[in-house]
């Protein structure tokens, strides 16, 4: 069982980064899938959730509106579009299922 997150980089403030997790050794729709993030010298922060099976998603409220997660089920690979990002989002962002992470992705908002 294993997530690999890309997609990360360095964008400037009001710009657009698509996250990608690739899950293997499971099927994500069967499970909710959440993306959290650790900025610099702070703690975890949930970013979003899918449970593609049911339909349904769930945001933070500070990516609400920005942020946008989806599932790819032929791919097996869970999105997050990121929109308008400012410097705030930066962190690395980790894909999650229950206890298994990622290594994450590093996204750098700056200008």
């Known amino acids: 069982v294993q997530l690999v997150e890309s997609g990360g980089g360095l964008v400037q403030p009001g710009g657009s980064l698509r996250l990608s997790c690739a899950a293997s050794g499971f099927t994500f729709s069967m499970y909710i899938m959440s993306w959290v993030r650790q900025a610099p010298g702070k703690g975890l922060e949930w970013v979003a959730a899918?449970?593609?099976?049911?339909?349904?998603?769930a945001y933070a409220n500070s990516v609400k509106g920005r942020f946008t997660i989806s599932g790819d089920n032929a791919k097996n690979t869970v999105y997050l579009q990121m929109n308008s990002l400012k410097p705030e989002d930066t962190a690395v962002y980790y894909c999650?299922?229950?206890?298994?992470w990622g290594k994450g992705t590093l996204v750098t908002v700056s200008s």
């Open positions: 899918i449970n593609s099976g049911g339909g349904s998603t």
């Open positions: 999650n299922r229950a206890t298994i």
